[in-house]
């Protein structure tokens, strides 16, 4: 059975970090796309970093534009776990993260493309 358990969320002041963790089991992960997505109050679910599986190359790693520059994703394949990580942190960041993985290499930034998702865990960034 796979699942995926994030952590890592919490309350913190505007201009502060959080590191969300997301760890896997059930399968390996290593060659497939994993992201991250979050969902605001009344708004629709959003991208916000996703990373390509494993490669002879090197990863690539998307960001959305309000996260870029202070977001940064990455994985340990070893500990089937992936990570974001979250520097000054805005109020409008407040949103349910998600982890999300997908059964190929890339998968983009839909939600679709993911096949297994975490429970989510609760980002709130007090101005």
């Known amino acids: 059975q796979v699942q995926l358990v994030e952590s890592g969320g919490g309350l913190v002041q505007a201009g502060g970090s959080l590191r969300l963790s997301c760890l896997a089991s059930?399968?390996?992960?290593?060659?497939?796309?994993m992201g991250w997505f979050r969902q605001a109050p009344g708004k629709e679910r959003e991208c916000v970093a996703t990373?390509?599986?494993?490669?002879?190359?090197?990863?690539?790693?998307y960001y959305a534009d309000s996260v870029k520059g202070r977001f940064t994703i990455s994985r340990d394949n070893a500990k089937n776990t992936v990570y974001l990580q979250m520097n000054i942190l805005k109020p409008e960041d407040t949103a349910v993260y998600y982890c999300?993985?997908?059964?190929?290499?890339?998968?983009?930034?839909?939600?679709?493309?993911?096949?297994?998702w975490g429970q989510g865990t609760q980002v709130t960034v007090s101005s």
């Open positions: 990373i390509s599986g494993r490669s002879v190359v090197n990863v690539s790693a």
């Open positions: 059930g399968r390996t992960f290593s060659n497939s796309a």
């Open positions: 999300a993985a997908a059964t190929t290499f890339f998968a983009g930034i839909r939600s679709e493309a993911y096949t297994y």
